[in-house]
């Protein structure tokens, strides 16, 4: 989950002695992509040893910025130096031949290898001399202890989920002993654990001299590991600031142009009274051992744990993407009657049941498609007449979906793959309205979307509501499950251990919940405080590759903390 929370006070930022000189500097960098100018006139200097952030809202050409630096753009105009030369890099190859590597917001994963041999691509030690597996072995064990990593090297890389796949690209970027790391919101979609040990991991490298540049939605993260920041708007350079003088209302201004305030929009009552619009009971599935709950017209039903808990597991169940092998499954249908979810995906589709996926990529979007079919891809028998899809009406649905969740920089012609990470985002839930659902299952809704965005994303989630929609909100960041969710479920190794209401929903009670027995509920409150050595880091590791600690203690039950009998 991410540190999120109430803001600590800062500690006094050091001034760092590691920065020594200017390592990569952009002079004057233009970029377009057909008619979208990406960026334009961009100057910077990141010095040697920095960890410089690079903020924005979604489109505003962060990824675009990151991309040249690493080679896998080259600007249209301008200059880019490394070390005071100028250089020309033509491919990604030729940046890490200079000690730059870019971990893409896009994961690059080779799906049908292991993770270990995902790590060494291309620079397998068998170059320098060792060939053998348990070489290899020894020297992916080392490298995942040296970040905290559990994360099993002979585990199919395609098989994980996005969290452990972000592991795996940033375990790609360390062993390459790169000078500069270019992390494209490396925490999108890690859980707390693994973003506190990534940032452990992003202030030794820096303190080793590795220069790091960081684009992150997540602005707090930012002001706690940046030394610089630079906001960019619409392709421009809006200014760079010393992070130390910052504050996230100081930077959400600079980056929007206006001020917003950072609360979620006021919560209606709960809705008592109201239909159930689904009932899962027992749920047993992959990853789900009997899970109950009802979910009313109305309401936004929290779903909160660690990555590995089991919450997506329940919404893929629910919707029948997983096989289910106990418990049942019913939707409300009109009037006092219910349909029993039994089928595949197209049954819960049918029945009233939509889904934003946890991974844009491998779950729903059609990249190289463009982006009216991404959208209409779901309900295509709304627009269709006699099986042939009426083209016009497709596009102004799709058009209409699309500015209600203010999709940004692109046509509905272009291939989605050309729009921004958080615009791609935004595209699964214009897709998921156009079925004008009875329940949404929202599972990470918001990753990788700007402030901005994210504001207007509550608003349509509460307005839908307010017309009888009920929610399933599944998201790792505590903030945006207490501001939203009227009611909130935990989940820890597949089952609800706790449900949450009123008073009681508290940051501290759904951490305790989430990490079980062995957690110290006072701790993970304030990501400042001095580590414990017994917390349990490697917990939102998948089930299955990380063994309970030895070190349990006894449970410290919060107050206002209701346990669910398991
Ligand atoms: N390959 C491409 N083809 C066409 N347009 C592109 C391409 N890549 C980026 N763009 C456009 O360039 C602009 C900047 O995109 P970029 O991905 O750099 O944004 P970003 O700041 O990283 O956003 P996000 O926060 O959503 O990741 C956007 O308008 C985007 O649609
Ligand atoms: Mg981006």
Same mark, same amino acid.
Request: with cysteine; charged share 25%; aromatic share 2%.
């Given at each position: =989950?991410?540190?999120?929370?109430?803001?600590?006070?800062?500690?006094?930022?050091?001034?760092?002695?590691?920065?020594?000189?200017?390592? $990569?500097?952009?002079? %004057?960098? @233009?970029? @377009?992509?057909?008619g979208t100018r990406a960026l334009e006139g961009v100057s910077l200097t990141v010095g040697r040893g920095a960890i410089h952030a690079l903020v924005g809202e979604n489109g505003a050409g962060k990824s675009t910025l990151g991309k040249i630096i690493a080679g896998a753009h080259t600007p249209d105009h301008g200059q880019l130096l490394l070390d005071g030369e100028t250089v020309h890099l033509h491919s990604p190859r030729d940046a890490?031949? /200079?000690?730059?590597?870019?971990?893409?917001?896009?994961?690059?994963?080779?799906?049908?290898?292991?993770?270990?041999?995902?790590?060494?691509?291309?620079? +397998?030690?068998?170059?320098?001399?060792?060939?053998?597996?348990?070489?290899?072995?020894?020297?992916?064990?080392?490298?995942?202890? @040296?970040?905290?990593? +559990?994360?099993?090297?002979?585990?199919?890389?395609?098989?994980?989920?996005?969290?452990?796949?972000?592991?795996?690209?940033?375990?790609?970027?360390?062993?390459?002993?790169?000078?500069?790391?270019? =992390?494209?919101?490396?925490?999108?979609?890690?859980?707390?654990p693994d973003v506190e040990a990534l940032h452990k991991v992003i202030r030794q490298l820096a303190k080793n001299g590795t220069t790091v540049v960081l684009v992150s939605h997540f602005?707090?993260?930012?002001?706690?590991?940046?030394?610089? $920041?630079t906001i960019l708007r619409d392709g421009r350079l809006v200014q760079t600031v010393p992070a130390a003088r910052q504050t996230e209302e100081s930077l959400m201004a600079a980056?929007?142009?206006?001020?917003?305030?950072?609360?979620?929009?006021?919560?209606?009552?709960?809705?008592?009274?109201?239909?159930?619009?689904?009932?899962?009971?027992?749920? !047993?599935?992959?990853?789900?051992?009997?899970?109950?709950f009802e979910l009313r017209a109305g309401e936004i039903l929290g779903l909160a744990g660690l990555v590995g808990a089991g919450r997506t597991e329940v919404a893929r169940?629910?919707?029948?993407?997983? /096989?289910?092998?106990?418990? !049942?499954?019913?939707?409300?249908?009109?009037?006092?009657?219910?349909?029993?979810?039994?089928?595949?995906?197209?049954?819960?589709?049918?029945?009233?049941?939509?889904?934003?996926?946890e991974s844009r990529k491998e779950q729903g979007l059609l990249l190289g498609r463009p982006v009216v079919e991404n959208v209409s891809l779901s309900s295509l028998a709304a627009v269709s007449t006699a099986g042939l899809v009426r083209r016009g009406p497709e596009r102004r649905t799709v058009r209409e979906a699309m500015s209600r969740v203010d999709v940004r920089g692109g046509t509905p012609g272009q291939p989605?793959?050309?729009?921004?990470?958080?615009?791609?985002?935004?595209? =699964?839930?214009?897709?998921?309205?156009?079925?004008?659902?009875?329940?949404?299952?929202?599972?990470?809704?918001?990753?990788?979307?700007?402030?901005?965005?994210?504001?207007?994303?509550?608003?349509?989630?509460?307005?839908?509501?307010?017309g009888g929609l009920g929610v399933l909100l599944i998201s790792s960041d505590v903030e945006e499950i207490l501001g939203l969710a009227h009611r909130v479920l935990v989940m820890r190794a597949g089952r609800v251990t706790a449900e949450l209401t009123g008073d009681a929903m508290s940051e501290a009670a759904i951490?305790?919940?989430?990490?079980?027995?062995?957690?110290?509920?006072?701790?993970?409150?304030?990501?400042?405080?001095?580590? %414990?050595?017994? @917390?349990? /880091?490697?917990?939102?590791?998948?089930?299955?590759?990380?063994?309970?600690?030895?070190?349990?203690?006894?449970?410290?039950?919060?107050?206002?903390?209701?346990?669910?009998? +398991?």
């Amino acid at each position: =989950m991410h540190p999120r929370g109430d803001d600590p006070p800062k500690p006094p930022r050091q001034e760092k002695e590691t920065i020594q000189g200017p390592h $990569v500097e952009l002079r %004057d960098i @233009s970029k @377009s992509f057909g008619g979208t100018r990406a960026l334009e006139g961009v100057s910077l200097t990141v010095g040697r040893g920095a960890i410089h952030a690079l903020v924005g809202e979604n489109g505003a050409g962060k990824s675009t910025l990151g991309k040249i630096i690493a080679g896998a753009h080259t600007p249209d105009h301008g200059q880019l130096l490394l070390d005071g030369e100028t250089v020309h890099l033509h491919s990604p190859r030729d940046a890490i031949a /200079r000690g730059v590597i870019l971990i893409a917001q896009e994961l690059a994963i080779v799906p049908s290898l292991t993770v270990e041999q995902n790590v060494f691509l291309g620079v +397998e030690p068998r170059r320098a001399g060792f060939q053998n597996r348990r070489e290899l072995r020894r020297k992916y064990r080392d490298l995942a202890a @040296s970040v905290g990593f +559990e994360l099993d090297g002979d585990a199919n890389a395609g098989s994980l989920r996005t969290a452990d796949q972000q592991k795996v690209e940033i375990l790609r970027a360390l062993c390459r002993s790169a000078q500069l790391i270019v =992390m494209d919101e490396p925490t999108a979609s890690l859980s707390r654990p693994d973003v506190e040990a990534l940032h452990k991991v992003i202030r030794q490298l820096a303190k080793n001299g590795t220069t790091v540049v960081l684009v992150s939605h997540f602005l707090n993260e930012v002001l706690e590991l940046a030394d610089e $920041v630079t906001i960019l708007r619409d392709g421009r350079l809006v200014q760079t600031v010393p992070a130390a003088r910052q504050t996230e209302e100081s930077l959400m201004a600079a980056m929007l142009g206006r001020s917003l305030d950072k609360a979620f929009p006021a919560k209606r009552p709960a809705p008592a009274g109201a239909p159930v619009v689904l009932a899962v009971r027992g749920l !047993t599935a992959p990853g789900v051992s009997d899970v109950s709950f009802e979910l009313r017209a109305g309401e936004i039903l929290g779903l909160a744990g660690l990555v590995g808990a089991g919450r997506t597991e329940v919404a893929r169940a629910i919707y029948r993407a997983n /096989r289910v092998s106990a418990g !049942t499954i019913a939707v409300a249908a009109g009037g006092t009657g219910t349909v029993a979810v039994t089928g595949g995906p197209r049954m819960a589709m049918r029945a009233g049941v939509a889904m934003i996926p946890e991974s844009r990529k491998e779950q729903g979007l059609l990249l190289g498609r463009p982006v009216v079919e991404n959208v209409s891809l779901s309900s295509l028998a709304a627009v269709s007449t006699a099986g042939l899809v009426r083209r016009g009406p497709e596009r102004r649905t799709v058009r209409e979906a699309m500015s209600r969740v203010d999709v940004r920089g692109g046509t509905p012609g272009q291939p989605a793959s050309t729009l921004s990470g958080g615009n791609q985002q935004k595209l =699964m839930f214009a897709r998921s309205l156009l079925r004008d659902p009875r329940v949404l299952i929202a599972d990470e809704p918001t990753r990788g979307v700007d402030v901005g965005a994210k504001r207007a994303i509550y608003e349509l989630l509460t307005s839908l509501t307010d017309g009888g929609l009920g929610v399933l909100l599944i998201s790792s960041d505590v903030e945006e499950i207490l501001g939203l969710a009227h009611r909130v479920l935990v989940m820890r190794a597949g089952r609800v251990t706790a449900e949450l209401t009123g008073d009681a929903m508290s940051e501290a009670a759904i951490l305790a919940a989430a990490f079980g027995p062995r957690h110290d509920s006072a701790s993970p409150r304030d990501p400042n405080s001095p580590r %414990d050595p017994n @917390s349990p /880091r490697g917990s939102s590791a998948s089930p299955s590759n990380s063994p309970p600690s030895p070190r349990d203690s006894a449970p410290p039950i919060p107050p206002g903390h209701e346990e669910v009998p +398991e």
